[in-house]
Protein backbone atom coordinates (compact mmCIF):
# COMPACT_ATOMS: atom_id res chain seq x y z
CA UNK A 1 0.00 0.00 0.00
CA UNK A 2 1.32 3.64 -0.59
CA UNK A 3 0.63 6.12 1.73
CA UNK A 4 2.09 9.87 3.18
CA UNK A 5 2.41 11.00 6.70
CA UNK A 6 1.36 14.06 7.38
CA UNK A 7 2.43 16.32 10.41
CA UNK A 8 1.41 19.00 12.81
CA UNK A 9 3.56 21.17 14.93
CA UNK A 10 1.13 22.71 16.79
CA UNK A 11 1.09 24.95 20.17
CA UNK A 12 -0.47 22.65 22.28
CA UNK A 13 0.41 19.12 20.36
CA UNK A 14 2.18 17.32 17.69
CA UNK A 15 -0.16 15.43 16.09
CA UNK A 16 0.55 12.87 12.94
CA UNK A 17 -1.55 11.04 10.35
CA UNK A 18 -1.20 8.54 7.82
CA UNK A 19 -3.45 8.19 4.52
CA UNK A 20 -3.56 6.44 1.84
CA UNK A 21 -5.54 6.59 -1.85
CA UNK A 22 -8.39 7.44 -2.49
CA UNK A 23 -9.94 8.05 0.85
CA UNK A 24 -8.87 6.03 3.78
CA UNK A 25 -6.86 7.82 6.98
CA UNK A 26 -5.05 4.78 8.34
CA UNK A 27 -3.63 6.08 11.68
CA UNK A 28 -3.55 9.52 13.76
CA UNK A 29 -2.00 10.08 16.79
CA UNK A 30 -0.76 12.93 19.12
CA UNK A 31 1.60 14.27 21.76
CA UNK A 32 1.61 16.91 24.13
CA UNK A 33 4.11 20.00 23.65
CA UNK A 34 5.49 22.00 26.57
CA UNK A 35 4.27 25.76 26.36
CA UNK A 36 6.27 28.41 28.55
CA UNK A 37 5.66 31.44 29.22
CA UNK A 38 8.56 32.65 31.33
CA UNK A 39 7.62 36.33 31.67
CA UNK A 40 3.86 38.04 31.45
CA UNK A 41 3.20 38.11 27.79
CA UNK A 42 5.67 35.68 26.09
CA UNK A 43 5.50 32.61 24.60
CA UNK A 44 8.04 30.37 24.24
CA UNK A 45 8.21 26.34 23.03
CA UNK A 46 11.36 23.90 22.71
CA UNK A 47 12.29 22.53 19.07
CA UNK A 48 14.16 19.88 20.46
CA UNK A 49 10.33 18.45 21.91
CA UNK A 50 8.98 18.53 18.68
CA UNK A 51 11.34 16.64 17.07
CA UNK A 52 11.45 14.26 19.99
CA UNK A 53 7.53 13.97 19.28
CA UNK A 54 8.02 13.29 15.92
CA UNK A 55 10.24 10.30 16.32
CA UNK A 56 8.30 8.84 18.97
CA UNK A 57 4.52 9.47 16.47
CA UNK A 58 6.21 7.47 13.57
CA UNK A 59 6.50 4.37 15.04
CA UNK A 60 3.15 4.09 16.32
CA UNK A 61 1.66 5.53 13.35
CA UNK A 62 2.92 2.78 11.50
CA UNK A 63 2.10 0.44 14.18
CA UNK A 64 -1.45 1.48 14.19
CA UNK A 65 -1.78 1.33 10.55
CA UNK A 66 0.38 -1.91 10.23
CA UNK A 67 2.17 -0.79 7.37
CA UNK A 68 6.45 -0.59 6.74
CA UNK A 69 8.26 2.21 6.24
CA UNK A 70 9.38 1.59 1.98
CA UNK A 71 4.90 2.28 2.26
CA UNK A 72 5.47 5.74 3.25
CA UNK A 73 6.04 7.45 0.03
CA UNK A 74 5.76 10.91 1.18
CA UNK A 75 6.17 13.68 4.18
CA UNK A 76 4.68 16.77 4.68
CA UNK A 77 4.93 18.63 8.21
CA UNK A 78 2.68 21.92 9.01
CA UNK A 79 3.11 24.16 12.23
CA UNK A 80 2.27 27.18 13.66
CA UNK A 81 3.01 30.49 11.96
CA UNK A 82 5.30 32.39 11.96
CA UNK A 83 7.39 30.82 14.96
CA UNK A 84 11.03 31.69 14.93
CA UNK A 85 13.43 29.10 15.30
CA UNK A 86 17.22 30.28 15.29
CA UNK A 87 20.66 28.61 14.97
CA UNK A 88 23.95 28.96 15.44
CA UNK A 89 26.27 28.72 12.53
CA UNK A 90 27.50 25.52 14.22
CA UNK A 91 23.60 24.64 13.43
CA UNK A 92 23.10 24.15 17.50
CA UNK A 93 20.14 25.90 18.61
CA UNK A 94 20.46 28.89 20.09
CA UNK A 95 17.03 29.64 21.97
CA UNK A 96 13.60 28.23 22.12
CA UNK A 97 11.16 29.17 19.71
CA UNK A 98 9.54 32.65 19.77
CA UNK A 99 5.96 31.78 19.05
CA UNK A 100 3.43 33.70 17.35
CA UNK A 101 1.21 34.66 19.73
CA UNK A 102 4.59 36.21 21.86
CA UNK A 103 3.98 39.84 22.78
CA UNK A 104 7.37 40.61 24.28
CA UNK A 105 8.36 42.82 21.04
CA UNK A 106 5.94 45.66 21.12
CA UNK A 107 8.82 48.69 21.32
CA UNK A 108 10.45 47.24 18.23
CA UNK A 109 7.12 47.11 16.21
CA UNK A 110 6.92 50.72 17.30
CA UNK A 111 10.20 51.35 16.67
CA UNK A 112 10.00 49.73 12.86
CA UNK A 113 6.83 51.47 12.76
CA UNK A 114 8.26 55.55 13.00
CA UNK A 115 10.96 54.21 10.38
CA UNK A 116 8.86 52.89 7.64
CA UNK A 117 6.32 54.52 5.10
CA UNK A 118 3.24 51.90 6.84
CA UNK A 119 1.18 51.79 3.26
CA UNK A 120 4.69 51.19 0.93
CA UNK A 121 5.64 48.25 3.68
CA UNK A 122 2.48 46.71 3.48
CA UNK A 123 2.47 47.38 -0.22
CA UNK A 124 5.83 45.53 -0.85
CA UNK A 125 4.89 42.44 2.21
CA UNK A 126 1.36 41.87 1.50
CA UNK A 127 1.55 42.59 5.54
CA UNK A 128 1.07 45.06 7.96
CA UNK A 129 3.84 46.16 10.38
CA UNK A 130 2.53 44.22 13.87
CA UNK A 131 3.51 41.66 16.17
CA UNK A 132 3.54 39.09 14.00
CA UNK A 133 6.44 40.15 11.96
CA UNK A 134 10.26 37.94 12.39
CA UNK A 135 11.95 41.55 12.38
CA UNK A 136 10.23 43.21 15.66
CA UNK A 137 11.07 39.29 17.23
CA UNK A 138 14.72 39.55 16.08
CA UNK A 139 15.29 42.94 17.26
CA UNK A 140 14.19 42.16 20.55
CA UNK A 141 16.82 39.40 20.57
CA UNK A 142 19.35 41.83 19.46
CA UNK A 143 18.54 44.17 22.38
CA UNK A 144 18.15 41.75 25.25
CA UNK A 145 20.20 38.52 24.33
CA UNK A 146 22.97 40.16 22.37
CA UNK A 147 25.00 37.07 22.91
CA UNK A 148 22.03 35.06 21.21
CA UNK A 149 21.92 37.66 18.35
CA UNK A 150 25.52 37.51 17.84
CA UNK A 151 25.75 34.14 17.12
CA UNK A 152 22.78 33.23 14.53
CA UNK A 153 23.56 31.84 11.38
CA UNK A 154 20.00 30.40 10.37
CA UNK A 155 16.68 32.04 11.06
CA UNK A 156 13.42 29.74 10.03
CA UNK A 157 10.48 28.22 11.20
CA UNK A 158 8.80 25.14 13.58
CA UNK A 159 7.64 23.44 10.27
CA UNK A 160 11.43 24.29 8.53
CA UNK A 161 13.21 23.34 11.22
CA UNK A 162 11.49 20.09 11.54
CA UNK A 163 12.24 19.11 7.60
CA UNK A 164 15.70 20.26 8.88
CA UNK A 165 16.08 17.39 10.66
CA UNK A 166 14.58 15.13 9.02
CA UNK A 167 16.48 16.01 5.77
CA UNK A 168 19.64 17.47 6.58
CA UNK A 169 18.30 20.78 4.17
CA UNK A 170 17.30 24.32 4.77
CA UNK A 171 14.13 26.32 3.32
CA UNK A 172 11.88 28.64 4.89
CA UNK A 173 8.26 27.27 3.23
CA UNK A 174 6.67 30.33 0.92
CA UNK A 175 3.76 31.51 3.61
CA UNK A 176 6.92 31.72 7.22
CA UNK A 177 8.84 33.94 4.57
CA UNK A 178 5.25 36.06 3.73
CA UNK A 179 4.15 36.22 6.94
CA UNK A 180 7.38 37.10 8.40
CA UNK A 181 7.54 39.92 6.23
CA UNK A 182 10.82 39.05 4.23
CA UNK A 183 8.93 38.18 0.92
CA UNK A 184 8.68 40.90 -1.79
CA UNK A 185 5.31 39.94 -2.91
CA UNK A 186 5.73 41.28 -6.91
CA UNK A 187 7.98 38.93 -7.63
CA UNK A 188 7.32 36.50 -4.86
CA UNK A 189 11.15 36.56 -3.79
CA UNK A 190 13.11 37.07 -0.54
CA UNK A 191 13.97 40.72 -0.29
CA UNK A 192 17.26 41.52 0.99
CA UNK A 193 16.03 44.91 2.07
CA UNK A 194 13.28 43.23 4.43
CA UNK A 195 15.24 40.98 5.55
CA UNK A 196 17.61 43.86 6.57
CA UNK A 197 14.81 45.31 8.63
CA UNK A 198 15.50 42.65 11.39
CA UNK A 199 19.56 43.54 11.70
CA UNK A 200 20.62 39.76 10.67
CA UNK A 201 22.52 38.91 7.09
CA UNK A 202 20.11 38.20 4.33
CA UNK A 203 22.32 34.77 4.25
CA UNK A 204 20.55 33.62 7.29
CA UNK A 205 17.25 33.19 6.14
CA UNK A 206 17.13 29.80 3.82
CA UNK A 207 16.18 29.93 0.23
CA UNK A 208 12.07 29.85 0.24
CA UNK A 209 10.14 27.04 -0.96
CA UNK A 210 6.45 26.36 -2.38
CA UNK A 211 4.49 24.11 0.22
CA UNK A 212 4.34 20.84 -2.63
CA UNK A 213 7.73 21.20 -3.63
CA UNK A 214 9.86 18.21 -2.73
CA UNK A 215 12.59 20.29 0.19
CA UNK A 216 14.96 16.79 0.05
CA UNK A 217 14.69 13.36 1.67
CA UNK A 218 15.00 11.56 5.11
CA UNK A 219 18.51 10.73 5.65
CA UNK A 220 20.31 8.10 7.49
CA UNK A 221 20.15 9.44 11.20
CA UNK A 222 16.25 10.76 10.48
CA UNK A 223 15.97 7.14 9.38
CA UNK A 224 17.29 5.99 12.69
CA UNK A 225 15.87 8.79 14.96
CA UNK A 226 11.72 7.91 13.10
CA UNK A 227 12.05 4.69 11.64
CA UNK A 228 10.73 6.52 7.78
CA UNK A 229 12.49 4.94 5.48
CA UNK A 230 15.90 6.34 4.13
CA UNK A 231 15.33 8.74 0.86
CA UNK A 232 11.43 8.90 1.37
CA UNK A 233 10.93 12.70 -0.03
CA UNK A 234 9.91 15.06 2.04
CA UNK A 235 7.41 18.35 0.65
CA UNK A 236 8.23 22.06 1.71
CA UNK A 237 5.03 22.25 4.17
CA UNK A 238 2.50 24.67 5.07
CA UNK A 239 1.22 26.94 7.72
CA UNK A 240 -1.06 25.72 10.20
CA UNK A 241 -3.80 27.48 9.18
CA UNK A 242 -3.26 27.32 5.54
CA UNK A 243 -3.20 23.48 5.33
CA UNK A 244 -6.25 23.11 7.61
CA UNK A 245 -8.19 25.49 5.09
CA UNK A 246 -7.42 22.92 2.08
CA UNK A 247 -8.08 20.34 3.75
CA UNK A 248 -11.96 21.68 5.02
CA UNK A 249 -12.75 22.56 1.15
CA UNK A 250 -11.38 26.43 1.23
CA UNK A 251 -10.52 26.17 -2.35
CA UNK A 252 -12.22 28.77 -4.46
CA UNK A 253 -12.93 32.21 -4.34
CA UNK A 254 -15.34 33.55 -2.19
CA UNK A 255 -14.83 30.15 0.40
CA UNK A 256 -14.37 31.15 3.38
CA UNK A 257 -13.48 29.08 6.78
CA UNK A 258 -14.58 29.90 10.46
CA UNK A 259 -11.92 28.04 12.07
CA UNK A 260 -13.29 27.43 16.11
CA UNK A 261 -10.06 26.36 17.79
CA UNK A 262 -7.65 27.27 20.64
CA UNK A 263 -8.06 31.14 18.62
CA UNK A 264 -10.71 31.67 16.68
CA UNK A 265 -9.68 32.29 12.41
CA UNK A 266 -11.16 32.85 9.47
CA UNK A 267 -9.88 32.32 5.95
CA UNK A 268 -10.93 33.50 2.38
CA UNK A 269 -10.08 31.93 -0.94
CA UNK A 270 -9.21 34.67 -3.43
CA UNK A 271 -7.47 35.30 -7.30
CA UNK A 272 -6.07 38.60 -6.28
CA UNK A 273 -3.23 39.62 -3.30
CA UNK A 274 -4.94 43.09 -1.52
CA UNK A 275 -2.64 44.07 0.73
CA UNK A 276 -4.54 45.33 3.87
CA UNK A 277 -2.97 45.94 7.28
CA UNK A 278 -6.21 44.97 9.22
CA UNK A 279 -5.41 41.37 8.26
CA UNK A 280 -2.78 38.63 7.07
CA UNK A 281 -1.89 37.57 3.66
CA UNK A 282 -0.60 34.08 2.74
CA UNK A 283 -0.75 32.14 -0.30
CA UNK A 284 -3.04 29.73 -0.85
CA UNK A 285 -2.03 25.98 -1.01
CA UNK A 286 -2.97 26.24 -4.68
CA UNK A 287 -0.83 27.58 -7.25
CA UNK A 288 -2.20 31.09 -8.21
CA UNK A 289 -4.31 31.47 -5.22
CA UNK A 290 -4.29 33.44 -1.97
CA UNK A 291 -5.85 32.84 1.30
CA UNK A 292 -6.32 36.65 3.27
CA UNK A 293 -7.00 35.98 6.88
CA UNK A 294 -7.08 36.75 10.19
CA UNK A 295 -6.47 35.58 13.78
CA UNK A 296 -8.52 36.28 16.88
CA UNK A 297 -5.76 36.25 20.19
CA UNK A 298 -8.98 33.72 21.44
CA UNK A 299 -11.38 31.39 20.67
CA UNK A 300 -11.45 28.18 22.41
CA UNK A 301 -9.23 29.17 25.21
CA UNK A 302 -11.36 32.05 26.39
CA UNK A 303 -14.04 29.65 26.31
CA UNK A 304 -12.51 27.21 28.24
CA UNK A 305 -10.85 29.70 30.98
CA UNK A 306 -14.85 30.59 31.84
CA UNK A 307 -15.62 27.27 32.30
CA UNK A 308 -12.73 26.46 34.72
CA UNK A 309 -13.15 29.77 36.50
CA UNK A 310 -16.71 30.34 36.93
CA UNK A 311 -18.48 27.24 35.80
CA UNK A 312 -17.17 24.86 38.39
CA UNK A 313 -20.67 24.74 40.22
CA UNK A 314 -22.50 23.39 37.30
CA UNK A 315 -20.23 20.47 37.22
CA UNK A 316 -22.49 18.07 39.35
CA UNK A 317 -25.53 19.15 37.25
CA UNK A 318 -23.44 18.51 33.59
CA UNK A 319 -22.65 15.04 35.17
CA UNK A 320 -26.00 14.45 35.52
CA UNK A 321 -27.09 14.86 32.14
CA UNK A 322 -24.54 13.21 30.83
CA UNK A 323 -22.93 16.22 29.65
CA UNK A 324 -19.24 17.83 29.61
CA UNK A 325 -19.48 21.67 31.24
CA UNK A 326 -19.49 23.13 27.64
CA UNK A 327 -22.46 20.90 26.64
CA UNK A 328 -24.72 21.84 29.42
CA UNK A 329 -23.54 25.41 29.41
CA UNK A 330 -24.81 25.58 25.51
CA UNK A 331 -27.93 23.68 26.67
CA UNK A 332 -29.32 26.24 29.37
CA UNK A 333 -27.83 29.11 27.30
CA UNK A 334 -30.25 28.03 24.25
CA UNK A 335 -33.27 28.62 26.89
CA UNK A 336 -32.51 32.43 26.76
CA UNK A 337 -33.30 34.75 24.39
CA UNK A 338 -30.62 35.76 21.35
CA UNK A 339 -28.91 38.73 22.80
CA UNK A 340 -28.67 37.48 25.88
CA UNK A 341 -31.02 39.91 27.51
CA UNK A 342 -28.89 42.90 27.06
CA UNK A 343 -25.77 41.10 28.05
CA UNK A 344 -22.55 41.66 25.81
CA UNK A 345 -18.91 40.51 25.93
CA UNK A 346 -16.21 41.91 23.82
CA UNK A 347 -14.16 39.10 24.21
CA UNK A 348 -10.33 40.77 23.87
CA UNK A 349 -9.06 38.71 26.49
CA UNK A 350 -5.30 38.62 25.03
CA UNK A 351 -5.50 41.75 23.32
CA UNK A 352 -6.69 41.45 19.85
CA UNK A 353 -5.08 40.59 16.52
CA UNK A 354 -6.50 41.24 13.80
CA UNK A 355 -8.07 43.21 12.33
CA UNK A 356 -7.70 45.90 14.88
CA UNK A 357 -4.06 45.02 16.32
CA UNK A 358 -4.63 46.16 19.60
CA UNK A 359 -2.36 44.80 22.16
CA UNK A 360 -3.84 47.36 24.67
CA UNK A 361 -7.41 45.79 24.35
CA UNK A 362 -8.92 44.10 27.23
CA UNK A 363 -12.21 42.02 27.54
CA UNK A 364 -15.18 43.86 28.11
CA UNK A 365 -18.49 42.52 29.78
CA UNK A 366 -21.50 45.19 29.86
CA UNK A 367 -25.14 45.27 30.40
CA UNK A 368 -25.22 42.95 33.47
CA UNK A 369 -28.36 43.42 36.00
CA UNK A 370 -28.89 41.41 38.71
CA UNK A 371 -31.46 38.86 36.81
CA UNK A 372 -28.72 37.86 34.99
CA UNK A 373 -26.88 34.34 35.52
CA UNK A 374 -24.25 31.97 33.93
CA UNK A 375 -26.27 31.14 31.00
CA UNK A 376 -26.96 35.07 29.66
CA UNK A 377 -23.36 35.52 30.28
CA UNK A 378 -21.93 31.97 28.09
CA UNK A 379 -24.24 33.33 25.23
CA UNK A 380 -23.02 36.64 25.11
CA UNK A 381 -19.56 35.00 24.91
CA UNK A 382 -20.19 32.92 22.18
CA UNK A 383 -22.37 36.33 20.18
CA UNK A 384 -18.88 38.45 20.95
CA UNK A 385 -17.09 35.90 18.89
CA UNK A 386 -19.63 35.72 16.33
CA UNK A 387 -20.07 39.30 16.25
CA UNK A 388 -15.62 39.27 16.02
CA UNK A 389 -16.22 37.16 12.46
CA UNK A 390 -18.91 39.95 11.19
CA UNK A 391 -16.05 42.50 11.82
CA UNK A 392 -13.81 40.29 9.59
CA UNK A 393 -16.15 39.73 6.98
CA UNK A 394 -16.92 43.84 6.88
CA UNK A 395 -13.36 44.25 6.42
CA UNK A 396 -12.67 42.05 3.36
CA UNK A 397 -15.93 43.48 1.69
CA UNK A 398 -13.64 46.86 2.18
CA UNK A 399 -11.11 44.64 0.46
CA UNK A 400 -12.89 43.48 -2.50
CA UNK A 401 -13.62 39.93 -1.51
CA UNK A 402 -17.10 39.01 -1.65
CA UNK A 403 -17.88 35.71 0.49
CA UNK A 404 -20.18 33.00 -1.49
CA UNK A 405 -20.00 30.31 1.62
CA UNK A 406 -19.27 29.77 5.26
CA UNK A 407 -17.70 26.64 5.87
CA UNK A 408 -17.24 25.74 10.12
CA UNK A 409 -14.15 23.32 11.32
CA UNK A 410 -12.64 22.76 14.55
CA UNK A 411 -13.77 21.71 18.04
CA UNK A 412 -16.28 24.68 18.54
CA UNK A 413 -18.04 23.65 15.66
CA UNK A 414 -19.54 20.82 17.27
CA UNK A 415 -21.50 23.46 19.67
CA UNK A 416 -24.74 23.88 17.72
CA UNK A 417 -25.96 27.18 19.48
CA UNK A 418 -22.62 28.39 18.74
CA UNK A 419 -23.43 27.30 15.04
CA UNK A 420 -26.86 28.80 14.82
CA UNK A 421 -25.49 32.53 16.51
CA UNK A 422 -22.74 32.36 13.98
CA UNK A 423 -25.53 32.00 10.85
CA UNK A 424 -28.15 34.19 12.63
CA UNK A 425 -25.17 37.33 13.14
CA UNK A 426 -23.78 36.49 9.77
CA UNK A 427 -27.38 35.85 7.99
CA UNK A 428 -25.68 33.35 5.71
CA UNK A 429 -25.95 29.27 6.03
CA UNK A 430 -23.06 27.71 7.65
CA UNK A 431 -21.85 24.25 6.24
CA UNK A 432 -20.63 22.02 9.24
CA UNK A 433 -17.54 19.31 8.57
CA UNK A 434 -17.77 15.87 9.63
CA UNK A 435 -13.85 13.87 9.49
CA UNK A 436 -11.73 17.03 9.33
CA UNK A 437 -8.83 16.26 11.06
CA UNK A 438 -6.97 19.51 10.94
CA UNK A 439 -3.85 21.01 9.21
CA UNK A 440 -2.11 16.93 9.51
CA UNK A 441 -4.45 16.29 6.53
CA UNK A 442 -3.62 19.37 4.42
CA UNK A 443 0.28 18.62 5.27
CA UNK A 444 -0.58 15.20 4.00
CA UNK A 445 -1.49 16.06 0.78
CA UNK A 446 0.80 18.00 0.37
CA UNK A 447 3.13 15.16 0.09
CA UNK A 448 1.30 13.28 -1.59
CA UNK A 449 0.74 15.65 -4.63
CA UNK A 450 4.66 16.24 -4.23
CA UNK A 451 5.81 13.12 -4.42
CA UNK A 452 3.80 12.06 -7.46
CA UNK A 453 0.82 9.80 -5.69
CA UNK A 454 -1.90 12.19 -6.77
CA UNK A 455 -1.94 15.58 -9.07
CA UNK A 456 -5.23 16.17 -8.22
CA UNK A 457 -6.09 19.25 -6.05
CA UNK A 458 -9.37 18.36 -5.16
CA UNK A 459 -8.18 15.10 -3.81
CA UNK A 460 -8.82 16.65 -0.52
CA UNK A 461 -12.16 16.17 -1.07
CA UNK A 462 -12.16 12.51 -0.57
CA UNK A 463 -11.21 12.82 2.89
CA UNK A 464 -13.97 15.10 4.48
CA UNK A 465 -17.52 15.05 4.60
CA UNK A 466 -20.31 17.88 4.76
CA UNK A 467 -22.48 17.14 7.62
CA UNK A 468 -25.38 19.14 8.53
CA UNK A 469 -26.04 23.50 7.31
CA UNK A 470 -27.14 25.66 9.71
CA UNK A 471 -29.54 28.25 8.07
CA UNK A 472 -30.02 31.61 9.24
CA UNK A 473 -33.24 32.88 10.84
CA UNK A 474 -34.36 35.97 9.14
CA UNK A 475 -36.38 37.13 12.15
CA UNK A 476 -33.38 38.02 13.97
CA UNK A 477 -31.57 39.87 11.42
CA UNK A 478 -32.13 43.35 12.59
CA UNK A 479 -31.88 42.59 16.11
CA UNK A 480 -28.23 41.25 15.66
CA UNK A 481 -27.53 44.22 13.56
CA UNK A 482 -27.91 46.69 16.22
CA UNK A 483 -25.82 44.05 18.37
CA UNK A 484 -23.12 44.40 15.97
CA UNK A 485 -23.46 48.24 16.18
CA UNK A 486 -23.15 48.03 19.98
CA UNK A 487 -20.31 45.51 19.93
CA UNK A 488 -18.42 47.82 17.71
CA UNK A 489 -19.42 51.38 19.09
CA UNK A 490 -18.56 49.99 22.73
CA UNK A 491 -14.95 48.82 21.17
CA UNK A 492 -14.20 52.27 19.35
CA UNK A 493 -15.40 54.01 22.73
CA UNK A 494 -12.55 52.42 24.69
CA UNK A 495 -10.09 52.82 22.43
CA UNK A 496 -9.97 56.12 22.54
CA UNK A 497 -9.91 56.60 26.20
CA UNK A 498 -6.74 54.65 26.07
CA UNK A 499 -7.94 51.75 28.12
CA UNK A 500 -7.33 53.77 31.22
CA UNK A 501 -8.28 52.49 34.58
CA UNK A 502 -8.99 54.43 38.03
Known amino acids: MDCVLGLDIGTTSTIGILIALPNRVLAQAMRPVTFYAPEPGWAEEDPEEWW ?20 IKGVGVTGMLPALVILGRDDALLRPSIQQSDGRCGAEVEELAKELDQDAFTRQAGNGINQQLIAPKLRWIERHEP ?110 LLKFGGSADILIATQVACPDPRMFLDY ?3 PGLYMPNGCMASGGTALNWFVEKFAQGEHHAACAAGLTLHQHLDQIAAETVPGADGVQIIPYFLGEKTPIHDPQARAIIHGLSLNHDLCHIW ?40 MQICADVLQSPVQLLEGHPGSCLGAAMMA ?55
Not at 52 to 71: C, F, K, W, Y
Not at 481 to 487: A, L, M, V
Open 284 to 286: HLI
Open 52 to 71: RNVTDLVPELMGQAGISAAE
Open 147 to 256: DVFARIGTVFGSYDFVNWKLTGRKAVEQNWALEAGFVDLATGNLSEDLILLGHIAPETVPPKIASHTVLGAVTAGASAATGLAQATPVVGGAADHIASGFAAGINRPGDV
Open 379 to 418: RALLEGFAYAFRHHIEVLGDMKHPTTRYVASDGGSKSRIW
Open 448 to 502: MIGSGLSQDWNVVDNYVAYGDRVEPRGEFASFYDRGYRRFRDTYETLAASGWQTP
